[in-house]
């Protein structure tokens, strides 16, 4: 490469990283994104788990009050951002609000009604199942068959749009009751 | 020399300060003022059916897997059904012309791509590789991929195109070199589904195609269809430097016309897809090129192109799953030019035949698993060249000049690792060996950093190499006292380093900007062999580019969709310091669809810009601003569907520049054309 080649490149290339160091220095940083931040796959599953809190019932037993939260947790990495707090900002559900915990593997998982596992922590779903067996918890992956694996609702993308699978025999085993609505739009699996 | 190479570097600067302002433009602040507000919350109100029919893009070509278009290792673009439908497209290099950085060049014979800069006139389209669900058409002789109506695909039968830039050897070994096109298929999802379409243009053309998809409670699913495409073409064209009495007045009659039939049919039951097709089109040459004799309208070609594909996936247990396939492929090219070898007082006429048979089969079989942080995959590709036949024959009276009849077998190996490092850092790592009878091994590696800074921020940093094997004609081709075979050409390798930017304003507004720089080494050039003066190929140029593209795209929920992008982009040939040939500084590409009329209408409209071009003879074709406009009906009659086009809206004269073959330096191409489409679709649900 002759060097007027390369400092062409360079200069290109230099361009477009100055440019997003301007941006960065123009951004708040993600704990205090403008509203939108987030990519629309995981402002999609913020929307779901939204309907999936209306559509589930837990047993009585798992809430301390009658107005206690919905206490959803995503446990490790958080591909979110800010969209669960913007999607569930203002919701309730029987009166109940929706909290949101990010949560380390180390801590206790088992307050919480619906656990989130990216991707990223999908070969720690075998253990989370078995930290929360028989507790009211909705386990909600996004790993490949993990309803096979311990999860009650499994994230997939098919044809480009964000599908679930839902595991029956896992709801069963949590006492959750899965309503109609959502059994009707996902696909159904039962432990092998 | 030095001037050209001033003037290159304050181009850049410009070009640098518009990338700047772009990736500004992108920033919080902007996306804050800037209108198209996201409402994360609004998607909370949606039922479990609408956000299990909201998309998200993803793309299979650029890895051999469905993954998101964010997490791909290379810049993409995509193009729906909808919008081959909203914007009238005939063919899939009409699509291509749309698509950011892409352009074509039309030779009243076929359609050559130019993308990054480098369209070489006359290459057939062998730097990139085209697939159909995965399937390569690029044939065993020429490296060609077919893109004008010779495509043998029907275009309606197009779901979604997939344009993955950049170097793909890694993964798919020769003519992944420049840019991969995945071509995905429509599926039939109702249980029984029927299509007829019928249309009408200038020239008196007409296309009719009938398709027919069943699905059967077992999970067995078919699909066929055929079609059927005829024009006449323009009755006459006049090409000035034919301009004398002997050349009709530079007139050639009835000399454009272009026929095809396509077949297509597939079979799914459970993880075993079979799929088979069949394309033969035939095109008179009104150019006279090659040296054949002016206005004789039985110079011609066909291109036959078929294969007969296989597919299976099985999970293997323990999270590996396997994706395999196997396949036979036909190829045929059949060259009619009428050539005058006697004087002009006593002519005589003789038709030299040339022709071409590619057969060849394969088998690939890839496995992948997730463990831990890595997404691995090992694959292996196997192609055995039954057949690379070249012929050549003058037919009355019989002058034999070549008959040449080839065997060759590829193997390859390849492995890929998708690591997640942390949520917001992916590396890929690819690498794939391939091997040759002719020149031996090839190693070719791909590194992609992908990083989010934010949760709608992607920056990604590439580094790729690719190659493309000499192909049977320059290897072989010879014909005594004119040209000579060259067995011992090397493969020409490419050497690329990308930096891509995409990030999301909301759910509606797309953002992305790219640089990128190339090195192209041994690229095969036919020169004069200065010890008996006969024409042969030989790995001789360098050529280098870099360029940089940047592009909006908005969808909004009424349906009004709209994508705008600019391209400038510099390639020259490091030997002789001068510019490409038909390589265009500056691209415009804007497209919009919008409904009208209470939703009755939607209007698609289009137009690309292309700077001037430099031509083989060393002039310019003068810059290129075509518009399209498509108006398509919606809610009509239930299943039916209106649509009318037209074509080069302004009318506006325009040429493309010829190649060696051509005596015309400029190619005109077609001014203001018109096409109505009448489709009906039968549904009938599970």
């Not at chain 1, 809430?63 to 203002?90: C, K, N, R, S, Y």
């Not at chain 2, 069943?214 to 301009?243: I, T």
Request: proline residues 4%.
């Amino acid at each position: 490469m002759t060097p007027p080649t390369g400092r062409r490149l360079v200069t290109a290339i230099a361009a477009v990283l100055i440019g997003t160091r301007v941006l960065a220095a123009s951004s708040p940083g993600p704990e205090r994104q403008a509203p939108g931040q987030a990519s629309p796959e995981y402002m999609i599953k913020a929307a779901y788990l939204l309907n999936f809190a209306r559509l589930i019932e837990w047993p009585p037993q798992a809430f301390a009050a009658a107005e206690a939260p919905i206490t959803v947790g995503v446990v490790g990495a958080d591909p979110f951002g800010q969209a669960l707090e913007l999607t569930f900002q203002g919701k309730t559900v029987n009166r109940r609000p929706i909290a949101v915990q990010r949560l380390q593997w180390s801590q206790d998982l088992r307050r919480c009604h619906i656990l989130f596992v990216s991707q990223t922590d999908s070969g720690r779903l075998g253990e989370l199942s078995n930290r929360v067996a028989g507790l009211p918890v909705l386990v909600v992956s996004e790993a490949t068959q993990a309803a096979a694996r311990g999860a009650t609702i499994n994230f997939r993308i098919e044809d480009d749009r964000v599908r679930f699978d839902v595991n029956v025999d896992a709801a069963k085993r949590a006492q959750l009751t899965v309503s109609s609505q959502i059994l009707r739009v996902a696909t159904i699996v039962r432990d092998r | 020399m030095r001037t050209c190479i001033r003037r290159r570097c304050v181009r850049l600067g410009t070009v640098s300060r518009l990338a700047l302002l772009l990736a500004l433009s992108a920033s919080p602040l902007a996306a804050q003022t800037g209108g198209g507000a996201p409402q994360p919350a609004a998607l909370g109100e949606l039922s479990l059916e609408e956000l299990a029919s909201l998309k998200i893009d993803s793309v299979y070509g650029a890895s051999r897997y469905t993954q998101k278009v964010t997490q791909a290792p290379s810049s993409i673009s995509i193009v729906t059904a909808d919008e081959i439908r909203k914007h009238g497209y005939t063919s899939l290099a009409g699509i291509l012309r749309s698509v950011r950085g892409f352009y074509v060049t039309y030779d009243r014979n076929y359609s050559f791509i130019g993308v990054r800069g480098f369209s070489r006139p006359g290459d057939y389209n062998s730097r990139i590789l085209l697939l159909i669900d995965g399937h390569r058409m690029n044939d065993n002789v020429f490296g060609g991929a077919l893109l004008g109506t010779e495509f043998p695909l029907d275009i309606d039968l197009v779901e979604r195109v997939e344009i993955i830039r950049g170097p793909s050897s890694s993964l798919y070994g020769t003519s992944a070199f420049l840019a991969v096109i995945n071509i995905i298929t429509r599926k039939a999802d109702d249980a029984v589904w029927a299509e007829a379409a019928g249309s009408a243009g200038s020239f008196d053309s007409k296309k009719g195609r009938v398709t027919y998809g069943h699905r059967l409670p077992n999970g067995v699913g078919v699909l066929g269809s055929v079609s059927a495409y005829g024009s006449d073409g323009e009755r006459a064209l006049y090409f000035k430097e034919f301009d004398s009495p002997a050349t009709n007045h530079g007139v050639a009659e009835r000399a454009d016309s272009d026929e095809f039939r396509k077949l297509f049919g597939r079979i799914t039951w459970g993880r075993l897809t079979v799929q088979g097709l069949y394309g033969s089109r035939e095109k008179a040459i009104p150019t006279a090129s090659f040296g054949t004799v002016f206005n004789d309208p039985r110079s011609r070609t066909i291109e036959k192109q078929g294969f007969l594909d296989v597919q299976y996936d099985r999970n293997l247990g323990a999270g590996w799953e396997l994706a395999s396939r196997a396949y036979y492929d036909r190829y045929g090219y059949d060259g009619d030019y009428v050539y005058d070898l006697g004087t002009e007082e006593a002519p005589q006429l003789v038709v030299n035949k040339d022709f071409a048979r590619g057969n060849w089969w394969g088998a690939e079989a890839k496995v992948s698993r997730k463990i831990g942080r890595h997404r691995l995959g090992f694959g292996s590709d196997l192609r055995d060249n039954v057949r690379q036949d070249q012929f050549n024959y003058d037919e009355e009276p019989f002058v034999p000049y070549l008959d040449d009849r080839r065997t060759s077998t590829i193997w390859a190996v390849y492995a890929q690792d998708e690591i997640t490092i942390h949520p917001k850092l992916m590396l890929n790592l690819g690498l794939r060996h391939d091997h040759y009878d002719s020149f031996g091994g090839t190693t070719n590696p791909r590194l992609g950093v992908i990083y989010d800074p934010w949760q709608d921020t992607t920056l990604k940093l590439l580094y790729g190499e690719a190659f493309r094997a000499p192909n049977a004609y320059e290897l072989f081709w010879s014909q005594s006292g004119v040209t000579k075979s060259n067995p011992s050409l090397q493969p020409e390798t490419n050497e690329t380093t990308e930096v891509v930017i995409e990030r999301y304003v909301g759910r509606r507004v797309r953002l992305a900007a790219t640089a990128f720089h190339y090195t192209i080494n041994d690229l095969i050039t036919q020169e004069t062999d200065p010890a008996d003066g006969l024409l042969v190929y030989n790995n001789v140029d360098q050529v280098k580019a870099r360029g940089v593209e940047l592009e909006a795209e908005g969808r909004w929920p009424a349906g009004l969709q709209t994508r705008i992008s600019y391209t400038a982009q510099d390639s020259w040939n490091e030997q002789t310091g001068l510019a490409l040939t038909n390589s265009p500084g500056h691209l415009v590409q804007f497209n919009v669809q919008t409904p009208l009329l209470h939703d009755r209408v939607v209007a698609g409209l289009e137009f690309q810009y292309l700077s001037r071009r430099r031509t083989i003879g060393g002039a310019f074709v003068p810059g290129v601003f075509v518009p399209n406009l498509t108006l398509v009906t919606q809610k009509l009659r239930r299943g039916l569907e209106l649509s009318a086009s037209v074509y080069n809206l302004g009318d506006h004269v325009y040429a493309d520049p010829g190649s060696e073959e051509h005596r015309q330096d400029m190619i005109q191409q077609q001014g203001r054309s018109f096409r109505v489409k009448l489709t009906y679709t039968f549904r009938r649900a599970k």
